[in-house]
């Protein structure tokens, strides 16, 4: 057995807690540091991507030295870890999947979108401000707008880990449907690729949690957190 599938065999132990580090390793985005009887370790860029069965086993398939983000799947794991090693919680996010393979329906003007719009993507993203970030996912094909009489109503993209994300209706255009028919787009769109769709769901983002319900998406009773130095030095 290789390396990736022994990881895959691993994590599909809980495939809705571990789906980023599955979508990871099935897309190519991600490659297997370690594999024992007791947890996994992917490598995403500089983001260390960790399940194990409990905090011993997580630490150490820790590499020595590490200085870029460990994100831990598991609450209880990721705050142990974090304090062994010394790291603050950066962030704690549920894991929301579409476990069907049946596509939704969408009845809507949706359309990629260029260059042309960053600055209307970069003016109603409500979670960070990033410029150089949206350039990087208009340029990467991954950015969708939604169309009202031919009028930019919101949009839908897909992060760098490969989650679905970034969806923002502009309030003109709020309570009519936009944000479903969006949701549905890019589950469409996965879907149609192969992969599995799924979203990585801040825990205080109750109006997200509540739309990943109403599209049936399945998440995680537990969450994953990522860790790292509040200075910004372990990003």
Known sequence: MTLRQAALDYLERDGVLCVAMLEALRTGRASPLSVTPQGVALQMGSRLLLSADDAPAALSLVPAHWDGVVQVAGAQRARQVAQALGLSILWECYQSVYCSKTPRPVRADIRPLGLAYHQAILDHYHLFHDPEYITQRIEAGVMYGIF?????AGFVGEHWEGSMGMLE????YRRLGLATQLHNFTINRYLAQGR???AEVL???APSLA????MGMTVSQDTVCALGRQDGSSH
């Open 148 to 152: 009202v009489e031919d009028n930019l």
């Open 169 to 172: 209706v502009f309030p003109p």
């Open 196 to 198: 599995t769709p799924f």
């Open 203 to 205: 825990t205080d983002n």
């Open 211 to 214: 739309l990943q319900a109403k």
